[in-house]
């Protein structure tokens, strides 16, 4: 599975726009880039899944370049609930999948918003 | 709608104890994982279901550890003879088999916090 570089921590205020970028260099054809939110005491929460381009949902965005070897996940108008951790990951998440559709989890970043 | 429950959410136990850890996944759910995060670490893989079978075991630290599932449905994690290393929260994901292409994303569970005193 392809390993994920992502800043370990951001900080943010309220009402702002934040990006956190993921870099995945050996990204492989097959692969998917999937975000997860997690807070305290729960198990992680599916945000959004792209394979290029652009995709958006009701939460958040997300950019992927035409090489595919880095991410940014972009979160609109950030309020104090969003803090929590964010994990990129890249892989063949179908569980028909080569790999199973296992995921791999890095270190995530730490997202803090403040008041 | 019901997501995937785990329990219990908590579970402290004597070393040397044995374990159980219970996972109901979402309904028509065929793929189940199960996945253990220690604190301030990412989530490591344990072990996979397609059905019934698990077609990956990879991930499971020790023999004393083992899974099942029945009915295609409930799956439980067993820990024998546990170890202080084995404290962690244990969660448990699951989605559906829809072939190649769909791409359907894991849907988790809150996790059992296991503490082994």
């Known amino acids: 599975l392809a390993k994920t570089t992502q800043p370990i921590s951001m900080d943010s205020y309220e009402g702002q726009e934040v990006n956190i970028t993921c870099s995945h260099n050996?990204?492989?054809?097959?692969?998917?880039i999937t975000w997860y939110q997690q807070f305290p005491s729960q198990g992680p929460r599916f945000i959004i899944q792209?394979?290029?381009t652009k995709v958006t949902n009701e939460v958040a965005s997300l950019f992927i370049p035409a090489d595919r070897k880095s991410s940014t996940l972009s979160l609109p108008r950030v309020s104090l609930s969003d803090t929590a951790v964010y994990y990129c990951?890249?892989?063949?998440?179908?569980?028909?999948?080569?790999?199973?559709?296992?995921?791999?989890f890095g270190q995530g970043t730490i997202l803090t918003v403040h008041p | 709608g019901a997501g995937v429950s785990q329990s219990p959410s908590n579970k402290v136990t004597e070393k040397g104890k044995d374990v159980e850890l219970r996972c109901d996944p979402i309904?028509?759910?065929?793929?189940l994982y199960w996945y253990r995060q220690s604190l301030g670490q990412g989530l490591e893989f344990l072990i996979y279901f397609q059905g019934n079978s698990a077609p990956d075991k990879s991930g499971l630290p020790s023999d004393r550890f083992s899974a099942e599932r029945t009915g295609g449905s409930v799956s439980t994690l067993t820990i024998q003879r546990t170890q202080q290393e084995d404290s962690a929260v244990y969660l448990c994901?699951?989605?559906?088999?829809?072939?190649?292409?769909?791409?359907?994303?894991?849907?988790f569970g809150d996790g059992t916090r296991l503490s082994i005193l």
């Open positions: 050996n990204i492989a054809t097959n692969d998917y």
């Open positions: 309904s028509g759910h065929t793929a």
């Open positions: 990951l890249v892989g063949d998440v179908e569980a028909g999948g080569t790999s199973y559709g296992k995921l791999t």
């Open positions: 994901a699951s989605s559906p088999r829809t072939g190649k292409g769909s791409n359907q994303p894991q849907h």
């Open positions: 792209g394979y290029k």
